[in-house]
């Protein structure tokens, strides 16, 4: 499995203008930390720096679906599906 192109593309598209370093601040998505992506990434060091997020980091939202889990907030069909008992 190679490099997904779009992620490749979007990279080098917001590099090439800039003409400066950029640094990508990336989740554990498997596309993200494939040996491929790596390997594409690494032979970017000079201009390209990946911060990866932890796995699991509830100390960085305090508050876990505290917005979406007010009626006022959620979309129409969030609380018609909530009042029939469809989400939980």
């Given at each position: 499995m190679g490099v997904d192109g779009r992620y490749a593309g979007l990279i080098t598209a917001?590099?090439?203008p800039l003409a400066a370093p950029v640094t990508l601040i990336w989740d554990n998505l498997n596309t993200h930390i494939s040996a491929a992506m790596c390997e594409w990434i690494g032979a970017?060091?000079?201009?390209?720096?990946?911060?990866?997020?932890?796995?699991?980091?509830?100390?960085l939202n305090?508050?876990?679906g505290?917005?979406?889990a007010r009626d006022d907030h959620a979309s129409?069909?969030?609380?018609?599906?909530?009042?029939?008992?469809?989400?939980?």
């Open positions: 917001a590099h090439a970017r060091a000079d201009w390209l720096t990946v911060e990866r997020l932890p796995a699991c980091a509830p100390e305090a508050a876990p505290n917005l979406a129409p069909l969030l609380r018609a599906r909530r009042t029939s008992g469809a989400v939980r």
